[in-house]
């Protein structure tokens, strides 16, 4: 299977920016689907997830309130909405799949990962 990411770019502080995430080659539909990411110099760190239904979703603490991840029923496609941005949200965003139902914020857990979309956030 393969994820392919979308959407990132610059963006001043307070901005705005939409991430998408397709998947193809597999039967995505059941499985979990999430965003990690990865600031220089640092690991890659969960962000959201999201169920195969789009009914379920998880966030880290940093991103809650300010991201919201999408998917609609079944769909091979995951958005992130991202308002609000800060600088320290500056890193390079990674779409990840699992073949699971059940959401995990655990990097090992996911099977499946994209190239990666570089965010920047500017003060």
């Known amino acids: 299977g393969q994820l392919q990411a979308s959407g990132g770019g610059l963006v001043q502080a307070g901005g705005s920016l939409r991430l998408s995430c397709a998947a193809s080659g597999r039967t995505f539909s059941s499985y979990v689907m999430g965003w990690f990411r990865q600031a220089q110099g640092k690991e890659r760190v969960f962000v959201a997830a999201?169920?195969?239904?789009?009914?379920?979703?998880s966030y880290a603490a940093s991103v809650k309130g300010r991201f919201t991840v999408s998917r609609a029923y079944g769909s091979y496609t995951i958005h992130l909405q991202m308002n609000s941005l800060k600088t320290e949200d500056t890193a390079v965003y990674y779409c990840?799949?699992?073949?699971?139902?059940?959401?995990?914020?655990?990097?090992?857990?996911?099977?499946?990962w994209g190239q990666g979309t570089q965010v920047t956030v500017s003060s």
């Open positions: 999201v169920n195969w239904s789009g009914a379920t979703t």
């Open positions: 990840a799949a699992r073949e699971s139902p059940y959401i995990s914020n655990q990097i090992g857990e996911y099977d499946y």
